[in-house]
């Protein structure tokens, strides 16, 4: 597995990321069929199939239902193989999405994930934004609200991840460490901002790199070629397709 320099963090990713909301959700999601949240037994064996690939980085959220309390159970003894990135913003509760920017609630949250995730630290927070990219960063003040927590040492990286290239433009400009942005071989007009923050030492996490399962799996080999692309954020359940994305992304060296 290839790694890349999380920017300027000092971490460094594995080109292909494993997202968790399958490991928590199953309402309200955007995926082509329905699936079962898998037992801890099909867990714990997709994160070892994952380690073996070489992949280090996992994503989770809030939002995600369960994810992050039942990461922090698999992942009790094995918390140093692995960089955890999770998000503040967005709950998912009883079925039903919540949105809250406020600092003080961003605060309860992060410390809420520290707790989950069985850690005392983060390696990357992200605004889960709810589109309003530009209303959160400029009026609310929560990328203020998790610099602070980063220079209390909860954190090691923050940023947004996005809904619009203003909101990655301003993000990058108050100082975010790290952006999650959308890429793949429909969805292009975020490939400047990708290029401009990873020339500035902005690590860059790809999500929807297949388009909800509507672009082929090559297009996972088109987003890792973009420059400023750090790692692809790829959400499966499934070991075999875990080791295909992988095989495909190994094919690039």
């Given at each position: 597995m290839e790694y890349r320099p999380l920017g300027d963090t000092g971490m460094e990713v594995s080109l292909l990321g494993l997202g968790t909301v399958?490991?928590?959700?199953n309402q309200g999601?955007?995926?082509g069929s329905a699936f079962t949240i898998p037992d801890a037994a099909s867990a714990r064996g997709l994160l070892d199939v994952a380690r073996d690939l070489g992949i280090n980085l996992l994503d989770t959220a809030p939002a995600y239902g369960k994810s992050e309390e039942r990461l922090g159970i698999l992942l009790k003894n094995s918390r140093a193989d692995w960089l955890l990135s999770t998000k503040i913003g967005e709950e998912f509760q009883d079925g039903i999405s919540t949105h809250d920017f406020t600092p003080e609630q961003t605060e309860i949250s992060v410390r809420r994930s520290l707790t989950r995730l069985q850690t005392d630290y983060l390696d990357i927070v992200l605004i889960h934004s709810d589109g309003n990219d530009l209303?959160?960063?400029?009026?609310l003040g929560t990328l203020q609200a998790l610099q602070a927590l980063k220079r209390a040492g909860l954190i090691r990286a923050v940023g947004i991840s996005h809904k619009t290239v203003p909101g990655a433009e301003r993000a990058l400009a108050m100082g975010a460490d790290v952006l999650m942005a959308t890429l793949?071989?429909?969805t292009?007009?975020?490939a400047q901002i990708i290029e401009t923050a990873g020339?500035?030492?902005c690590g860059v996490l790809v999500k929807k790199a297949l388009a909800g399962g509507r672009a082929p799996l090559d297009g996972l080999r088109y987003a890792a070629r973009q420059p400023g692309v750090s790692s692809l954020v790829v959400g499966t359940i499934n070991p075999i397709h875990l080791r295909e994305n992988a095989r495909i992304l190994d094919s690039l060296s």
């Open positions: 399958k490991f928590g959700r999601v955007n995926y209303e959160i960063l400029d009026r793949n071989v429909e292009t007009s975020e020339a500035a030492g």
